[in-house]
């Protein structure tokens, strides 16, 4: 990411990285959400921690769910953390715990997406 221009992502609006650690540190340390924002994305969500695929999945679901009914960024996250924490559990392990509560945001987090 540190070899892309400043400004060459300012076409894109969102991005997620359903990843692990993708954005550990927050917006103290040089993490992948903070490059890409830097890149020019308007708003960039990543993890803090270890993520489950499955977990983040259905957490990327619920997100985008939300996001349709017309939420915020941020009101999304916390939507989607209540779907999980309400509906998932890890088939292989049920006691897991959940994960994608860690979630950064770098950019315009109150925003709403919209068809323009």
Do not use: Q
């Not at 076409?11 to 992948?32: F, H, M, P, Q």
């Not at 308007?42 to 939300?66: D, L, M, P, Q, Y």
């Not at 009101?75 to 088939?91: F, K, L, T």
């Amino acid at each position: 990411m540190e070899s892309l221009p400043s400004g060459s992502l300012s076409y894109s609006e969102l991005v997620i990285y359903g990843a692990c650690e993708t954005g550990k540190g927050r917006d103290v340390e040089e993490n992948l959400v903070n490059a890409t924002y830097n890149a020019g994305v308007r708003t960039v969500i990543g993890f803090e921690k270890s993520v489950w695929n499955s977990e983040t999945n259905e957490w990327c679901a619920a997100f985008f769910h939300a996001i349709a009914e017309g939420e915020t960024i941020y009101s999304a996250c916390y939507e989607a953390d209540y779907y999980i924490a309400n509906n998932w559990y890890n088939p292989c392990n049920p006691n897991v715990e959940i994960t994608t509560d860690s979630w950064y945001i770098a950019g315009e987090e109150y925003i709403t997406l919209t068809n323009e």
